[in-house]
């Protein structure tokens, strides 16, 4: 049904690519307490997938093409769709040039059929402009300050909360619903470093169940929210120059904590095709990864070709590795005790 102002909740869909995987919890919240009827386009599927491979740019990269099918999937089912233009999340950073035009690509993905609601959130122009924005998205559904506040605060909350439960080692689905069935973390014997961008790594559709296929081969992972955020912090202050992009600060600060503390007995780092920020960020960790005689690093780049047989392959090769020169280090130790 479509929306009639006044006369029912306005039906509103969140695409769940791309940012979702970080700020899905508080977006959902917030238009949910504001009165609408949130429908989200739910988990990346091989249709989703397909459908965004076929209608979007060909040289967009695979993220971005996901999320074009989330789009689609959504187009006929809501009165509007919610895609935020997220210009800086970190004052002095941006985000990559794809996020920024994430509302226009939506807007031709929907033929302008139905509103793309897309408040601009820009840490460059400091706070105040940000609760102008989010007021403003408030005002779509409601005249009421005190609820469009309200909104806000719990939104707040809830995100704090998620964020917080994936520090602890729940995944993202366990982290949305607040329930640690499994923790990525546990105690084991060999632990890798899975680092990337939260939809290159949380998504179990493009990711081929990584961090669950880790799991079952008793392998403990940590991720980038695992790696304490001071760690992180040190480790861009050693860099000779800053990175330019908020959350490859977050991936190369989570990969150099890893390496300097040996936190991990190895690192995947999860990189999508075509991504210009995340290859000069492989570069500069492969170069202070050697540099500091670190852990083993694999980047795995993975695309829409990308096929499940050479993926397992390559992960168990990689964790065989690992095993190994575990073993070595083991028997090295016994030696000189002995
Ligand atoms: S950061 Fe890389 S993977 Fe993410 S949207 Fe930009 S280009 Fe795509």
Request: a positive charge; hydrophobic letters at 40%; charged letters at 25%.
């Amino acid at each position: 049904m479509r929306y009639v102002w006044g006369w029912s909740a306005m039906i509103v869909g969140i695409p769940g690519g791309l940012l979702y995987y970080r700020y899905g919890k508080l977006w959902n919240s917030f238009l949910q307490a504001l009165g609408a009827e949130v429908v989200e386009s739910g988990e990346t599927t091989r249709s989703i997938l397909n459908s965004g491979v076929s209608k979007a740019e060909n040289e967009s990269c695979l993220p971005v093409k996901v999320f074009y099918g989330h789009v689609l999937a959504l187009r006929d089912k809501v009165d509007a769709i919610f895609v935020p233009r997220l210009v800086s999340v970190r004052k002095g950073t941006h985000t990559c040039p794809k996020m920024l035009g994430l509302p226009d690509l939506a807007r031709a993905a929907v033929e302008d059929r139905i509103p793309i609601i897309a408040p601009t959130i820009n840490f460059q122009e400091g706070m105040w402009a940000n609760y102008k924005a989010v007021y403003s998205l408030g005002r779509l559904f409601t005249h009421n300050p005190v609820r469009i506040i309200r909104a806000g605060v719990k939104a707040w909350r809830e995100h704090r909360l998620y964020l917080e439960r994936l520090t602890l080692g729940l995944d993202h689905r366990s982290a949305l619903r607040g329930e640690a069935e499994s923790l990525l973390c546990e105690g084991r014997e060999l632990r890798i470093a899975v680092i990337g961008h939260h939809y290159n790594v949380y998504d179990t559709f493009t990711t081929m169940s990584l961090l669950d296929r880790l799991s079952s081969m008793g392998v403990d992972v940590v991720t980038a929210d695992m790696v304490p955020e001071e760690m992180r912090r040190q480790e861009l202050k050693r860099l000779p120059k800053e990175i330019y992009w908020s959350y490859e600060q977050e991936i190369a600060g989570a990969i150099l904590a890893c390496t300097r503390h040996r936190l991990v007995d190895g690192i995947i780092f999860m990189i999508s095709f075509p991504c210009g920020p995340d290859s000069i960020v492989r570069v500069l960790c492969e170069q202070e990864n050697k540099r500091l005689g670190g852990v083993p690093l694999l980047a795995l780049v993975i695309d829409e070709h990308t096929g499940e047989g050479g993926f397992l392959t390559r992960i168990e090769a990689f964790v065989d590795m690992l095993w190994r020169k575990k073993g070595e280090r083991v028997r090295e130790r016994e030696a000189v005790a002995v």
